[in-house]
Nanobody, 121 residues
Framework: QVQLVESGGGLVQAGGSLRLSCTASGRLFSTYGMGWFRQAPGKEREFVAAIGWSGDSDSAYYADSVKGRFTISRDNAKNTIYLQMNSLKPEDTAVYYC????????????WGQGTQVTVSS
């Protein structure tokens, strides 16, 4: 079993920044991809960003809606990924979920419990 624990959510004004963290534990794959998804009230869960095992910038990919504002990174020694969110907008308000999967491109096999991000206008 794999456990994912997110932290770093909160309330911020539009234009501000937040940094989310997610730490994985348990029976992890030898290599794995991780990602972030979000779900706003009344909407379906949507992809935000993901990063492959290497952690290189080439292994990171983003939804168009956050490209240029959000940066995903990882520290394999800590089994942790981060999501640096800058220039936040009210439409970024959602519960943010961390995910993990067996490859750079399959990152949604396991889920965290979510952390709330609220951006006020």
């Amino acid at each position: 079993q794999v456990q994912l624990v997110e932290s770093g959510g909160g309330l911020v004004q539009a234009g501000g920044s937040l940094r989310l963290s997610c730490t994985a534990s348990g029976r992890l794959f030898s290599t794995y991809g991780m990602g972030w998804f979000r779900q706003a009230p009344g909407k379906e869960r949507e992809f935000v960003a993901a990063i492959g095992w290497s952690g290189d910038s080439d292994s990171a990919y983003y939804a168009d809606s956050v490209k240029g504002r959000f940066t995903i990174s990882r520290d394999n020694a800590k089994n942790t990924i981060y999501l640096q969110m800058n220039s936040l907008k009210p439409e970024d308000t959602a519960v943010y979920y961390c995910s993990l999967g067996p490859s750079d491109w399959v990152v949604d096999e396991y889920w965290g419990q979510g952390t709330q991000v609220t951006v006020s206008s």
